[in-house]
């Protein structure tokens, strides 16, 4: 058996597995670099296997996330032709984030051409898109629904089991088993789990009782996240001084996951009476799919979602959600001064409407901005959670006198201790484990921590693009 660890080694995105075991050779996920300057370049090489990708025999994919699924319409536009697995809610999910990263992609590059001709210069030097929207969507053709905890024969000699990972929406471990020649190999891949008791999505399920190989996630396998009720305090707090300034309370979201999160936790605190009855309005065209999404997979919510939303349907007035839709109704919500609570994408304050909702409130005493997810480097969210008293939006400035919140609690990543109690689910320790899907130090720190707290003794950090024969 060789195993080909193409993306997410020492480092969080391009998650890519090459497995060849027995005679099936097969990608586990095929996601795309995100995040600082050398990721074009490696999303350009990334497919580059050293083979032609038609003699691939299938994909399987853990979740929708495009770190885990981004590459697919290369890996299409590049030949290949074979199944792509995932659930039904990866698949619904995957409809509308590949064209969106298609049609930003497009977006790029019609920008930088622009630029350039502005500046008198030729269209050399501009990037073309990765591909089109109409190359995403002829992917979508690949994509084959599996469900949860039963066996599915892939291939002659090939099984696999999809396991609830409670990350995202149809999110992922997976089982795969291959027969052949003696006992059949268990392989396990972790995919990205999710926290243990947090709302909407279910608990991870316990991985497999053995395994022969496990590669498992380590995003956060350095830390700890805080506790809900801190977080939860946190958020009364941010609309307790808002509502007394009367101004308006913005929240930049992840569309995907974050945004149906706060939605519940706001809905909640309105419930218990911690908050007064609200008017959100989610003014994100992304969002509002991954919400109605969420909406119509109702069987994958857990229990206290699915009685909160029926409670929300008795009790409309309590939580009056608006799924804002045109541009028309986004731009009028500009107007509104005071006691508007606006969730809107991107959740970094990159790009989407979020940004017309920081350039109109930041610079307002009374407004405030509650951030609620990770910031990278270099994005205006960072800056803004860094303390910037002024910042550039559109290209103009734009002052902060806004109060900034930044709630800690809120992760779709398992912390430190959550990915322990998964790997606790192991009867006994997997022969060859791989940490993989964490920057350096927080694959590093995690190894240790597996070592030291469940005694196992081969766990490996793989180099990326190193292959290893077991
Ligand atoms: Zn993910």
Redesign the pocket.
Known sequence: MRLGFLGAAGEVTGSCTLVEAGNARFLVDCGMFQGGPEARQKNQKALNVGFDVRKIDFVLLT?A?I??SGLLPRLSMLGYRGPVYATQATIDLLEVLLPDSAHIQEKEAEWQLRHRRRGGKDERGVQPPLYTVVQALASLKLLRPVSYGRPEKIVENVSVIYRDAG??LGSASLEVIVAGEGKPRHLVFSG?LGMYDRPVLCDPAPPPAEADVLLIESTYGDRLHRSLPETEDEIVAAFERTKAAKGNLIIPAFAVGRTQEIIYMLADLVRRKRLSPLKVYVDSPMANAATRITLANQELLDPETRELIAWLKAHPKQLNLELVADVERSIALNDIRSGAVIISASGMCEAGRIKYHLRENLPRSECSILIAGFQAAGTLGRRLVDGARLVHIFGQPVPVRARIYTVGGLS?HADQSALLKWLGGFHSAPGHTFVVHGEAGASANFKRAIEGQLGWTDVQLPQPGEFVTL
């Open positions: 979740h996330h770190d885990h990350h995202i990205d779709a």
